[in-house]
């Protein structure tokens, strides 16, 4: 039997560490073991009842051929409404393309813009999928640090730092996976007078911009000049909880629009017509908005339980994220190596957590727990992991004690 001779190009793709962590929580509970889920980024919660709606009465109408590669029209005009509702920019319905799931974004984008051997800024930590799409196209990614001193928000002094001849692009994350952080208003002024004096282009990866707990979300997209140097890239998984729906929108200069039907029609053809419709209910339905707004309301308070309950705990210390569901914890004073506390976590306490290093070498040190859970599983969880971190910083004292004795 010949053996299949791969590509080198497969070997620089990553894989995203939640699904890996997933797949092994689920063979424990295969084998009768109780865990916890705070590894994957997904809203537990059901999308609004009036989406679903529309979805089904859009499949009843029809709507289950082919559509233009960028969306229907009526669907991008509804999204360039959206958009200019969100960032106060106008946005014309030619400058929109819908796809199925955002992550096609950062892909089309590399392939229109990076050629081999360029430079790409990514946040780090980060979504691994951004270095790893980076250099799959042939590019190097090249890691801005996100500190947990600057409260998880890039330091556009260090950015400007790491610019060079061959930077072509620059991904920004806000509300950002993994920590939480949210960039300000002056960092996104910063970023814009950065990206026009070193001639960058921007990818902004928005996808959680409606889960902001205080003040208002800020796009990069919305600072002058940036919507003829920018993607704004969103998604309706997070929002409106429709992971499973697969649409991703963008907005971004007409000429990259473009491009990007071309890669459309190269690749997915289109996303599904009835999940296009949906969004529409989505951006302007009344009920959506109620909807959001109810689901902020639940995850503020998991925020606080799990921030609360991480902060009693020995050796660990979290900052409360601004954005997103997700706290990033700082387990270094526990004396454990992340990787390791993430395995003991769910093989021995049965809880799922992500090592902040599959996010980025800046990401050691650190977990990443999804607070996408119900507040009596999230409340199981964090005794589960005190419990766990009291027991082990007792053994460990009990094993140096005797190492002393004479």
């Known amino acids: 039997m010949s053996q299949l001779r791969f590509a080198a190009r497969m070997s620089r793709l ?60 009526e669907v991008r005009e509804a999204t360039a409404r959206y958009v200019a509702r969100q960032t106060g920019v106008a946005t014309l319905p030619e400058q929109i393309v819908l796809v199925p799931g955002s992550k096609n974004l950062v892909h089309f984008l590399l392939l229109a813009l990076v050629e081999p051997g360029d430079e790409v800024l990514v946040p780090d930590p980060g979504y691994p999928n951004y270095a790893s799409l980076v250099s799959f196209v042939g590019a190097t990614p090249v890691p801005v640090a996100i500190r947990e001193s600057n409260d998880y928000r890039l330091d556009v002094e260090e950015l400007s730092s790491l610019v060079s001849a ?53 796009s990069p997209y919305s600072m002058p000049g940036m919507a003829d140097r920018c993607v704004l890239m969103n998604g309706l998984s997070k929002a409106w909880a429709m992971c499973g729906w697969r649409l991703g929108f963008g907005a971004m200069p007409v000429a990259l629009a473009e491009r990007m039907d071309t890669l459309m029609i190269n690749t997915s053809s289109c996303a ?26 639940e995850f503020r308070e998991r925020r606080d339980v799990v921030v609360d309950g991480l902060n009693r705990m020995p050796g660990v210390r979290c900052r409360a994220p601004a954005g997103a569901f997700y706290a990033f914890p700082n387990i270094e004073a526990t004396g454990w190596e992340d990787r390791a506390l993430q395995r003991a976590l769910l093989e021995e306490a049965g809880v799922a957590v992500l090592a902040g290093s599959a ?17 009596p599983n999230l409340e199981r969880g964090m005794d589960r992991m005190a419990t766990f971190l009291r027991e082990a910083a007792r053994g460990a004292s009990a094993v140096s004690g005797a190492a002393e004795r004479p």
């Open 166 to 218: 061959r930077t072509r692009v620059l991904i920004l994350n806000t509300p950002a996976n993994p920590t939480g952080g949210v960039l300000a208003e002056e960092d996104c002024e910063a970023i814009a007078e950065l990206a026009h004096e070193r001639d960058l282009f921007v990818l902004s990866d928005e996808i959680y911009s409606r889960l902001v707990y205080a003040g208002r979300h800020v």
């Open 14 to 73: 990553g894989t995203e560490s939640a699904f890996e962590v997933l797949a092994h929580a689920r063979r424990l509970e295969a084998a009768g073991r109780d865990v916890v889920h705070l590894e994957i980024g997904e809203p537990d919660f059901a999308t609004p009842d009036n989406i679903t709606e529309a979805g089904i009465r859009a499949l009843r109408g029809g709507a289950t051929h082919y559509t233009p590669a960028s969306g229907i029209w």
């Open 272 to 297: 599904a017509a009835f999940t296009q419709w949906a969004a529409v209910e989505a951006f302007e339905g009344a009920e959506s908005d109620r909807a959001v707004a109810t689901m902020m309301a």
């Open 359 to 375: 996010f980025g070498a800046n990401g050691r040190g650190h977990l990443r727990l999804s607070y996408a859970n119900s507040v």
